[in-house]
C-alpha cells in the first residue's frame, strides 16, 4: 500500500468492533422512512385531493410520483446497510431522497403527513453528517452515470417509437422536438407538450417513459452504492520486502508463503516490518493467515489495516489464521471462532509402519507394484521440458475451468520466483505423468501443501504415494514439519461417531454431510486423517455476529465457489 495511504488510515478514527449506537440508529430509522414510505402507497390518498392535484398535474404524473414513493422506499432501506458502515455516498443519496420524497408525498395526492416525516429525515441526516465518512469507489460514479444516460436513452428513444406508432392520435401536428420534449419529460413524470385524442393513449406513453426513468434512477443508485473495490497494488520490491519477512519470520505461519498471490493487496506496518495481506470482496476486506512480521510489528499493521476498512466502509475479516494471530485479532477488537485445523506431520517421527497407517502402507505399496515412480525435487531444479510437463499435467488435472483456492492455495505453477517450491510426479510404467503435488516453502524447516492433482482414471493409491514419499524425500531437503490440508470443523467429523455424542453434535454432522456434496469438506477430512497428524487449529475473525452472512459469500466468493467481478483476471492471473 503506498505511504500516503498508510499515513491516510492512521489520521482515520481508530476501528471500532462495532458501529456507534447513533450510526446504527440512524441507519434504522432510514430504513423504518422507507418502509413509512412504502407502506402509504399502498393506501388511496383521501377524498377529493386528487381532483384537486389533477388542476396541476395528470393523471399520468400521479401515478408515476406513487411508482417514484415506492421506488424511494426500497432504496431507504437499501441504504441502511451503507448508512450502518458510515458510507459518505449512502448518506448523500440518502439526503436527495428524503428531499424528494417530500415533494413527491405531496404529488401523488397532497399526503402532509408521510411529506412531514420525510422533511424530519432530511433534518436528521443533516445534522449527523460527520458520522458518515467512508470513502467510495471513485469508479462508481461514471458507472452509476452511464446507467442513468443509458437507461434514460432507452426510455426516450422507446418513448418516441411509441409515440410514432400512435402518430394518428395526435392533436394537431406536432414537430421532431415536440415529441422529444414530450419523451423527455415524460422520464420524470411530467406532461409535455403533445395532446392525444384519446386520454388511454397518453397514459400508456407516460408510463412507458416513466418506467424507464424510474429504472434509471434506481439501477443509478444501487451502481453508486456498490462496494468499493481495490485492485492489489503490488511492485516487485513489495515482493522482495515480504521473501525476505517469510525467510527471517516464515516459521511462524505455515500461510505466509500465500501471500505473494498476485491478486493479494499488502498492508503495510508504518515501518515496513510487517503486513497484512486481504482482498477486498463485495465490501469485505478478507485477510488470510498471520500477519507478517515480528509479534512486536502485529498491533501497528492489524491496527493501520482496520482503519482503513473503517475509512472506506470495509467490514474486516480474516480467514485461518493461528492461534497467535487469532489473539492478536482478538486484542485489536475482533471476535474469533474456530472454523477447523490444520493437519501437520512431523517428518522425523513420521512411519507407515504399524497398525495406524495399515491402509496407507498398502495403497503405497500397491502403486509401487504396478511400476509407478514418484521424483520429488525443488522447482529450480526441473528441467524446462519437465517444468513445461508439469503445468500441462497440472491443468489437465484440475477439476473444473476455475482455479480454486485464496488461503490456501499460490495457484500458480512453475514461476522463476518460487524456486524454492517442491514439486512431486507420480508416473506411470510408460512414463506418463498421473499425479502432481506442489510445496511452498514454510519458513526454513517446512513445507506447506499448495497442489494437489491427480489423473483419475490412474487408479487408487496415487495421493498416498506421493504423500509418503514427499515426508522420505522432505528429510533429506531439511524439512522438519510438513503441512496438509485443512480441514473444515474437523472436530466434528472426529466427534460425531463417539460415544456420547449430542443431538446438536449429530445435527452439525448431518449439516456438514449435505454440505460435502458441494464442497468435500467430509472427503478433505477424510484424507487427512489416515496419515495420523497433529492439528493446528485455524480460526475467523470478524466484528460481529451480523456480519457472518456477508464474510461467509466473500470467503466462498474468494475461494472462487461463487462468481466474483475479477474472476476471470485472477484466473489469468493464476495462470
Not at 513 to 519: I, N, Q, T, V
Request: charged share 20%.
Amino acid at each position: 500500500m503506498p505511504d500516503a495511504d498508510v499515513a491516510q488510515a492512521d489520521a482515520d478514527p481508530p476501528w471500532r468492533p462495532q458501529p456507534p449506537l447513533s450510526r446504527v440508529a440512524v441507519a434504522r430509522l432510514v430504513q423504518l422512512v422507507g418502509a413509512y414510505n412504502i407502506i402509504t402507497v399502498l393506501f388511496p390518498s383521501p377524498h377529493g385531493r386528487l381532483g384537486e392535484l389533477g388542476l396541476w398535474m395528470p393523471a399520468s404524473g400521479v401515478l408515476t410520483a406513487r411508482a417514484a414513493s415506492a421506488a424511494s422506499g426500497l432504496l431507504l432501506i437499501y441504504l441502511g446497510l451503507g448508512l450502518r458502515r458510515g458510507k459518505h455516498r449512502a448518506w448523500q443519496v440518502a439526503v436527495v431522497l428524503a428531499g424528494a420524497g417530500v415533494v413527491l408525498q405531496l404529488a401523488r395526492g397532497w399526503h402532509y403527513d408521510a411529506a412531514v416525516v420525510s422533511a424530519a429525515l432530511l433534518i436528521m441526516l443533516i445534522v449527523v453528517r460527520r458520522r458518515f465518512h467512508a470513502r467510495a469507489d471513485p469508479r462508481n460514479r461514471w458507472r452509476a452515470l452511464a446507467a442513468l444516460l443509458g437507461f434514460a436513452a432507452a426510455g426516450m428513444a422507446i418513448g418516441l417509437a411509441e409515440i410514432g406508432l400512435r402518430s394518428r392520435f395526435l392533436v394537431g401536428r406536432p414537430g421532431v422536438l415536440d415529441r422529444v420534449r414530450e419523451s423527455a419529460l415524460g422520464l420524470i413524470g411530467v406532461s409535455g407538450p403533445l395532446r392525444f385524442s384519446h386520454p388511454f393513449i397518453a397514459q400508456q406513453v407516460s408510463y412507458t417513459t416513466g418506467m424507464f426513468g424510474s429504472l434509471a434512477v434506481g439501477v443509478a443508485v444501487v451502481l453508486l452504492l456498490r462496494p468499493a473495490h481495490r485492485l492489489p497494488q503490488r511492485t516487485a520490491e513489495d515482493d522482495d520486502t515480504v521473501r525476505g519477512l517469510l525467510h527471517r519470520f516464515g516459521d511462524v505461519d505455515s500461510l505466509g508463503y500465500f501471500a505473494l498471490r498476485p491478486d493479494k493487496s499488502l498492508f503495510w506496518a508504518p515501518s515496513r516490518r510487517a503486513v497484512v495481506a486481504y482482498r477486498v470482496i463485495n465490501g469485505v476486506s478478507l485477510a488470510s493467515g498471520d500477519p507478517i512480521g515480528p509479534a512486536s510489528e502485529w498491533p501497528q499493521v492489524i491496527g493501520g489495516w482496520l482503519a482503513d476498512c473503517a475509512a472506506h466502509g470495509w467490514t474486516p475479516a480474516v480467514l485461518g489464521c493461528g492461534t497467535a494471530g487469532g489473539k492478536a485479532y482478538r486484542r485489536a477488537g475482533l471476535d474469533v471462532v474456530e472454523v477447523g485445523d490444520e493437519a501437520i506431520l512431523d517428518v522425523a517421527g513420521f512411519t507407515v509402519l504399524g497398525r495406524p497407517l495399515r491402509g496407507v502402507r498398502q495403497a503405497v505399496g500397491r502403486v509401487e507394484r504396478a511400476g509407478f515412480t514418484c521424483e520429488v525435487t525443488r522447482l529450480r531444479d526441473l528441467t524446462p521440458p519437465a517444468l513445461a510437463e508439469a503445468r500441462r499435467s497440472a491443468e489437465a488435472f484440475r477439476d473444473g475451468k476455475v482455479e480454486r483456492g485464496f488461503s490456501m492455495a499460490l495457484s500458480r505453477i512453475g514461476d522463476d520466483r518460487d524456486g524454492d517450491c517442491v514439486v512431486v510426479t507420480c508416473r506411470d510404467p510408460e512414463g506418463r505423468i498421473r499425479g502432481l503435488l506442489q510445496f511452498v516453502p514454510w519458513g526454513t524447516h517446512g513445507l506447506s501443501l499448495d497442489l494437489m492433482r491427480g489423473d483419475r482414471t490412474a487408479g487408487n493409491g496415487i495421493i498416498e504415494f506421493m504423500v509418503v514419499s514427499s515426508v522420505n524425500a522432505a528429510k533429506a531437503m531439511g524439512a522438519e514439519r510438513i503441512s496438509l490440508n485443512f480441514a473444515v470443523l474437523r472436530s466434528v467429523f472426529a466427534r460425531a461417531d463417539e460415544l456420547g455424542a449430542g443431538p446438536v453434535l449429530r445435527f452439525s454432522h448431518r449439516l456438514l454431510m449435505l454440505a460435502s456434496k458441494l464442497w468435500q469438506i467430509e472427503s478433505l477430512y477424510r484424507s487427512n486423517v489416515k496419515y495420523q497428524p497433529s492439528w493446528s487449529p485455524r480460526f475467523l475473525c470478524f466484528p460481529t455476529v451480523r456480519d457472518l452472512p456477508r464474510i461467509a459469500v466473500a470467503a466462498l466468493s474468494a475461494e472462487a465457489f461463487l462468481p466474483t467481478r475479477d474472476r476471470r483476471r485472477r484466473t489469468e492471473a493464476g495462470r
